[in-house]
């Protein structure tokens, strides 16, 4: 069982369970997923399962888009409901600015980031003091939606690895009280199904494609290289921040085969097979 399955994850489930769950439930020997949703958020959780598994990174790096709920006047140790709340009072003002484009960004201690080999989140939840180095992420918006007493709404769409926690944080005395993930790339919340499973040809319908024979299909499912004419069938699938991978993905009448990275020689060398 090769392909992708679209779940709207519910509250209070760590993704790792609702992975398993969704295994279990299709008999897939292999799974895994391409994203974690902290347990208090809701939304869009792509599972992979057997061979799909093999280009993670690829669905791990597609752009995000969140709504998420701010609790303002208030903060908490770890950025969501999860945390030790504090009660301020300061609200932050009304008037919003974001700044939008490339960004640092530090990680919340709170946080899955591995530092020295070791979850920050089980670092700090032992009493270490430590700090994360700052990252640069992207923000494509980052809009108010609404804004009521000490409860404000906002649309946020950004590159993979930015935290929503700390942009809420960075808002002033503020927290994540509810996130929803809407989109993964091409892929929206809206087509979920879990009992739904998305073959690996239209999984992978956000590369470029190349068409091969019998003969070349043989060779690229062994990892060989293969002639390649230049011609290039364009993706079917495109998020609005994504670019399309370098890689191409070469089918056959009866699927996929293989991604490929074009070689200076006009080549095309298998990196990722599906037929093994």
């Given at each position: 069982?090769d392909?992708?399955v679209l779940?709207?994850?519910?509250a209070?489930?760590?993704s ?15 799974a ?10 809701t ?5 992979l399962?057997?061979?799909a ?8 790096g ?23 709340i ?7 003002p009304?008037?919003f600015?974001p700044t ?13 980031v591995k530092v020295d ?9 032992e ?6 180095p ?18 404000a ?5 950004c ?8 942009l809420i ?18 892929f ?10 998305i073959g ?11 068409e091969?024979?019998?003969a ?9 290289a ?8 364009k993706a079917?699938?495109?998020?609005p ?6 890689e ?6 009866d ?17 990722v097979g599906?037929?093994a």
């Amino acid at each position: 069982m090769d392909g992708i399955v679209l779940v709207d994850k519910p509250a209070g489930l760590s993704s790792h369970k609702v992975t398993n769950d969704v295994r279990r439930e299709l008999g897939a020997r292999k799974a895994g997923h391409a994203g974690t949703l902290d347990p208090f958020a809701t939304g869009l959780l792509i599972i992979l399962l057997g061979r799909a598994r093999r280009v993670q990174r690829f669905f791990m790096g597609m752009s995000k888009e969140y709504i998420a709920v701010a609790r303002l006047g208030a903060t908490s140790t770890t950025g969501d409901p999860e945390g030790e709340i504090e009660m301020t009072g300061k609200l932050p003002p009304d008037r919003f600015e974001p700044t939008l484009g490339k960004i640092s960004q530090r990680p919340p201690i709170y946080s899955a980031v591995k530092v020295d080999g070791k979850r920050a989140y089980k670092r700090a939840r032992e009493g270490e003091q430590f700090e994360i180095p700052a990252r640069e992420v992207e923000l494509f918006e980052f809009s108010q939606l609404s804004r009521d007493a000490d409860r404000a709404e906002f649309r946020i769409r950004c590159s993979s690895g930015t935290y929503v926690r700390s942009l809420i944080s960075d808002l002033g005395d503020a927290y994540t009280e509810e996130l929803r993930r809407t989109r993964i790339g091409p892929f929206s919340v809206d087509d979920a199904d879990s009992g739904v499973v998305i073959g690996l040809d239209a999984a992978l319908g956000f590369f470029d494609h190349v068409e091969l024979d019998a003969a070349d299909a043989k060779k690229a499912a062994h990892g060989v290289a293969v002639e390649w004419d230049g011609k290039v069938g364009k993706a079917r699938l495109s998020g609005p921040e994504d670019a399309t991978p370098e890689e191409l993905l070469l089918t056959a009448v009866d699927g996929p085969v293989a991604l490929a990275e074009r070689r200076d020689d006009g080549m095309l060398k298998p990196v990722v097979g599906f037929r093994a």
